[in-house]
C-alpha cells in the first residue's frame, strides 16, 4: 500500500517552496489565532460548537441542506466525469444537499479563475473552489485572506495521517492547512499511440534531441509530429522541456532563486523549444488541450506533452490502457523525475452554505470521495491508503513514480511561482510565440524572476 515518501520529496520540494514562500509572501499577520481557531469565525458556525470553534460536522450529518456550489474547470472528457463520479458519492452521503456544479470550461482553469476572481472581488464566493496546492493556493488565496483554514477538518477526519506529509506544507501557511487535496496529477507525460508510431517507424524517444530527429522523420512523411493547444499548453509544454534539459537541481533552482535564468543551460533548453515549435499543430493556438489530444487518436499527430488528465481523456474516448491502444512516456529527458500538480477544495470565508461546503470537502478528502473521482480522471489519490485495485495499468505506474522518482512542482499548474510571476512569463511567452526571438525571450523570463519572483 501506499506510504508516502517520505523525505525524499522534501528534498526538493521544500527549497522551493519554503524558500519561495518565505521571499514573496509580505509579513502579513496570520489568518488565524494560535489556537488553531480561525479568526473571526464566520456567519455559519453550528451552534453548540465552543466559542469561536468552527463545527466539523460527521458524514452524512452535516447541515439543513440547500445548495452546494462547487466550482472548477473540470468540463472535458474523463475530468468531468471523474467529478460525477465524486458527486455521486457526496449525493449519496449529503441527500440533503444540491449540488451546483459551477465548471467553467477552459483548462488549467484559464477562464474559470478569471470568473471566480470576479466573484471572489464581488464577494459572492462559491461554497469551494479548486485550487492548485503551491503557490497558487498560498500565494492567491491565503495571501488574499479569502480562506478558512481546514485544521478542524484534518484533525477531525484524521487526514494529517493518511495524506502525504510532503504535501501538506504547499496547503499550509503558519501552520493552517487551507486545503483539501483530492489528488495527485503528472505533468511530464508523453502520450501516443503505439500502433500508430509503428506505422510511421518510428519510436518513443527518450530526449529532446531524439524527439527532434524523431519530429523531422513525421514531417517529412506529413504526420504533425506534436499536438499542443493554446498558450497554456504551450507553458505546459515549456515546463517540461526546461527539466528535460536541465534537469531536477537546476529546474529547482530557478523557482527558489539560486538559478540563473540568464545561463547558457536555459538559452540552449529555449532553443529546443523553439524547434519543437516548428513541429507543432498550424492551429494550435485555437485548440484547447483536450482538443490537442484528439489529434493523437485520430491518428494525425503523433505526440502530445500533458498531464495525465489526459490519461482520463483518451480513457473517455474508448482507448484502454490495458490492451496497448494508446502509449505513455515520461516526457523527453525526464525518467525518473516526477512533475506534479494537486487539486485541491478549499473553505472560503463568509461562504453562504458552510455545512454545505464542509459536507463537500468531507467527501473530497475521503477515501470513497477519492477512489470514485481518481480512477476515472486520470490521477492518483492524494490520500496513501487509496484502493490500488481501482486504478489502471497507467495509474498504478503513476503510483510507482510517485513513490521513487525524484518530484518537482509544477510552473503551468501552480505550485512554483506565485500568480503574478506567472502572469509576467505567460506574457513573455505569448511574445515569443508571435516574434520567436529567444534572446528576448531568455531577458523576459530573466526579468521576470527578478520583478517577481525571488531573483530580486
Ligand atoms: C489542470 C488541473 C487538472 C485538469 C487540467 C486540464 O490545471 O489540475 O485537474 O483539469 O488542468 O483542465
Redesign the pocket.
Known sequence: MIRRHGKSVWAVLPAVVIAFVAACSPAAAPTASPSGTPAGTPAGTAAGSPAGTPAASPAGTAGAGGQVEVF?????GG?ADGLEAMLGVFENQYPQYEFVNAAVA????TNARAVLATRLSQNDPPESW?G?AGQELIGTYVEADQLESLNFLFDDQGWRDVMPETLIPLISKDDQIYSVPV?I?RANVMWYLPDKLTEWGVTAPTTWDEFLTTAATLDEAGVTPLAMGTTWTSLHLLETVLLGELGADAYDALWDGTGDWSSAEVTGALETFASLLDYTNEDASTL???AAAQLVVDGDAAFTI??D?AEGFFKAKGLDPADGSFGWAPAPGTDGLFQF???SFVLPKNVGNRDGAIAWLTVAGSKEGQDAFNPI?G?IPARSDGDVSLYDAYLQSAMDDWQADTVVG?L???VVANDPWKTEITTALGLFLSEGDVTAFQAALTTACTAEGPCG
Open positions: 472548477s474547470w473540470w468540463t472535458a475530468e477552459g483548462g488549467a482553469g479548486q492548485h489528488n496529477h484547447e488541450w483536450d500533458m498531464g488528465w500538480l494537486s487539486d480522471k490521477s509544477s503551468q499548474h501552480g
